[in-house]
T-cell receptor
Framework: DQQVKQNSPSLSVQEGRISILNCDYT??????FLWYKKYPAEGPTFLIS?????DKNEDGRFTVFLNKSAKHLSLHIVPSQPGDSAVYFC????????????FGKGTKLTVNP | DARVTQTPRHKVTEMGQEVTMRCQPI?????VFWYRQTMMQGLELLAY????????DSGMPKDRFSAEMPDATLATLKIQPSEPRDSAVYFC????????????????FGQGTRLTVV
């Protein structure tokens, strides 16, 4: 049973435009959410996180939005750059982030010049 | 520059052989995870430890996989006997998850061990 779902395996956008990656979760105990970015042949690297006490967190070009009632979060990248091309994983944890991280299957983002 | 170190980076082995993967977590991190990445399942959690004690290994095939932390600087994942379906990239990650209201320090991944079982 997939507790964290990323329903779009891939996304392609033009450089300079907005990239929106989506993630849904089913476990209502999750209260801490993270996005990771992964390049080929490397381990995932932490990108941005959000606690359930917030509905938005911003870090430079990256913004994560959380809709608790819909059990949905999204990552916005504005403006998108070719270097953003990677696989993006959504992850969730309970107990304020102190429990295990459960990952989605990832979305491959391609930003075209 | 603190990092999680995994060895070996690549491993090719024959079916039936024992495979041992090693991980050196970041100093001071009290939580260690083992994940497996496959095309079909994404990042699957195999096991995780807090303060060297196993907390959850429900994702691990018990008959052939085992995970241990002999000390705070070393985590191991063993497969015996290995099978072709075990071919995947295995990631170790470490972190220091704090409680509610704290800032969780999650989770720094190693570069992975690419395992091929032929």
């Amino acid at each position: 049973d997939q507790q964290v779902k990323q329903n779009s395996p891939s996304l392609s956008v033009q450089e300079g435009r907005i990239s929106i990656l989506n993630c849904d979760y089913t476990n209502s105990m999750f209260d801490y959410f993270l996005w990771y970015k992964k390049y080929p042949a490397e381990g995932p690297t932490f990108l941005i996180s959000i606690s359930s006490i917030k509905d938005k967190n911003e870090d430079g070009r990256f913004t994560v939005f959380l809709n608790k009632s819909a059990k949905h979060l999204s990552l916005h990248i504005v403006p998108s750059q070719p270097g953003d091309s990677a696989v993006y994983f959504c992850a969730a944890s309970a107990q304020g982030g102190s429990e295990k991280l459960v990952f989605g299957k990832g979305t491959k983002l391609t930003v075209n010049p | 520059d603190a990092r999680v170190t995994q060895t070996p980076r690549h491993k090719v082995t024959e079916m039936g052989q024992e495979v041992t993967m090693r991980c050196q977590p970041i100093l001071g991190h009290n939580t260690v995870f083992w994940y497996r990445q496959t095309m079909m399942q994404g990042l699957e959690l195999l096991a995780y430890f807090r303060n060297r004690a196993p907390l959850d290994d429900s994702g691990m095939p018990k008959d052939r996989f085992s995970a241990e932390m002999p000390d705070a600087t070393l985590a191991t994942l063993k497969i015996q006997p290995s099978e072709p379906r075990d071919s995947a990239v295995y990631f170790c990650a470490s972190g220091s998850g704090l409680g509610t209201g704290g800032t969780a320090v999650w989770a720094f991944f190693g570069q992975g061990t690419r395992l091929t079982v032929v």
